[in-house]
């Protein structure tokens, strides 16, 4: 064992061979003492599973300040980087990816209905997260410009100037829907169902609109 004590204090020269003498150990482990050192590691994790997930978090929050002059990336990237460069040379790892594929798949199918259940699940007790996420995805707004915007229309419909009174399914209270022009893809406003269904009905025509309000003033003037 070559160790340049030179460039070691005490503690870290101890430290090492207590740790060389370990990976030896475990070379020279028996099948029952490896299952022993196994329940043993996974016992102490248990007990001190705090303590740990505490200090790996530092040393990942200190690897990402450590920021490489000459890649600009920080050390968590590098390492990740030089471990997936070794993962993808690897060929034997191009077959343990296709197993591992196949397991997940075969996972999947055994049991698909709880699968299902748990995303059903997890979207409900996050429903805002993902409401804001389907938001930003569709219209180009979040949650908190929604909000704005129905503070400025004092929380009623831009066209009818009341409240939605329809109630969507599995939601708890019935909200004003995101207008939005389907050419250019801006949003105009927030509607209420009625008066968001009008307008896909009547294809968004101008021309269209005004004939609708000459039929009811031509109508309704001779009642």
Same mark, same amino acid.
């Given at each position: 064992m *070559?160790?340049?004590?030179?460039?070691?204090?005490?503690?870290?020269? #101890?430290?090492?061979?207590?740790?060389?003498?370990?990976?030896?150990?475990? *070379?020279?482990?028996?099948?029952?003492?490896?299952?022993?050192?196994?329940?043993?590691?996974?016992?102490?994790?248990?007990?001190?599973?705090?303590?740990? *997930?505490?200090?790996?978090?530092?040393?990942?929050?200190?690897?990402?300040?450590?920021?490489?002059?000459?890649?600009?990336?920080?050390?968590?990237? &590098?390492?990740?980087?030089?471990?997936?460069?070794?993962?993808?040379?690897?060929?034997?790892?191009?077959?343990?990816?296709?197993?591992?594929?196949?397991?997940?798949?075969?996972?999947?199918?055994n049991?698909?209905?709880?699968?299902? +259940?748990?995303?059903?699940?997890?979207?409900?007790d996050?429903?805002?997260?993902? &409401?804001?996420?389907?938001?930003?995805?569709e219209?180009?707004?979040?949650?908190?410009?929604? *909000?704005?915007?129905?503070? +400025?229309?004092? +929380?009623?419909?831009?066209?009818?100037?009341?409240?939605?009174?329809?109630k969507?399914?599995k939601?708890?209270?019935?909200?004003?829907?995101?207008?939005? #022009?389907?050419?250019?893809?801006?949003?105009?406003?927030?509607?209420?169902?009625?008066?968001?269904?009008?307008?896909?009905?009547?294809? +968004?025509?101008?021309?269209?609109?005004? #004939?609708?309000?000459?039929?009811?003033?031509?109508f309704?003037?001779?009642r």
């Amino acid at each position: 064992m *070559n160790i340049s004590t030179h460039a070691m204090s005490d503690e870290e020269l #101890n430290k090492s061979i207590i740790q060389d003498k370990i990976r030896q150990s475990n *070379n020279n482990n028996s099948p029952r003492q490896k299952i022993y050192l196994e329940k043993y590691r996974k016992e102490y994790y248990i007990k001190n599973k705090e303590l740990i *997930n505490k200090k790996a978090k530092q040393v990942r929050e200190e690897n990402k300040r450590i920021i490489c002059p000459i890649t600009g990336l920080n050390l968590s990237q &590098l390492k990740d980087k030089k471990y997936w460069f070794n993962y993808k040379k690897n060929e034997d790892n191009a077959k343990s990816k296709k197993r591992r594929k196949e397991r997940q798949q075969q996972y999947k199918l055994n049991n698909i209905f709880e699968i299902r +259940e748990k995303d059903r699940q997890r979207k409900r007790d996050n429903a805002d997260h993902y &409401l804001n996420k389907r938001r930003i995805r569709e219209f180009g707004i979040t949650s908190n410009d929604y *909000n704005r915007m129905l503070k +400025e229309q004092n +929380e009623v419909c831009y066209i009818c100037k009341k409240k939605n009174s329809v109630k969507r399914h599995k939601e708890k209270e019935s909200k004003l829907v995101i207008d939005h #022009n389907h050419k250019t893809g801006k949003v105009r406003g927030l509607l209420c169902d009625p008066c968001n269904s009008s307008l896909g009905f009547l294809k +968004e025509d101008i021309n269209i609109l005004r #004939n609708c309000i000459s039929y009811l003033q031509e109508f309704n003037s001779e009642r």
